[in-house]
């Protein structure tokens, strides 16, 4: 069992900041990559930013110069920091894992409940 809990979530006025963080757990052999997805009312699951065991990483173009992503692979630690947030950004944030649980395993995606972010204009 994998287990991936985010935390950080909340109410912001526009303008404002939030840190998100999410940890691993339970039976992970290696993770591969790390990020964050985020889900806003009516719309479609879209990737916000992801960080592999190598440290590339990779931002959706909406939110470059503004979230920054930084995590170890190794410790099964990823966060975000959210900087000059826009009501737009308001959406549930999912924190993402692409890890296997044993050396044969095929390696898979895991997702945490997600963590509300609210943006007020």
């Known amino acids: 069992q994998v287990q991936l809990v985010e935390s950080g979530g909340g109410l912001v006025q526009a303008g404002g900041s939030l840190r998100l963080s999410c940890a691993a757990s339970g039976s992970i052999f290696s993770i591969h990559r790390m990020g964050w997805y985020r889900q806003a009312p009516g719309k479609q699951r879209e990737l916000v930013a992801t960080?592999?065991?190598?440290?590339?990483?990779t931002y959706a173009d909406s939110v470059k110069g503004r979230l920054t992503i930084s995590g170890d692979t190794a410790k099964a630690m990823v966060f975000l920091e959210m900087n000059s947030l826009k009501p737009e950004d308001t959406a549930v944030y999912y924190c993402?894992?692409?890890?296997?649980?044993?050396?044969?395993?095929?390696?898979?995606?895991?997702w945490g409940k997600g963590t509300l972010v609210t943006v007020s204009s």
């Open positions: 960080i592999t065991s190598s440290g590339s990483i």
């Open positions: 993402n894992a692409n890890l296997r649980t044993t050396i044969l395993s095929y390696a898979i995606d895991y």
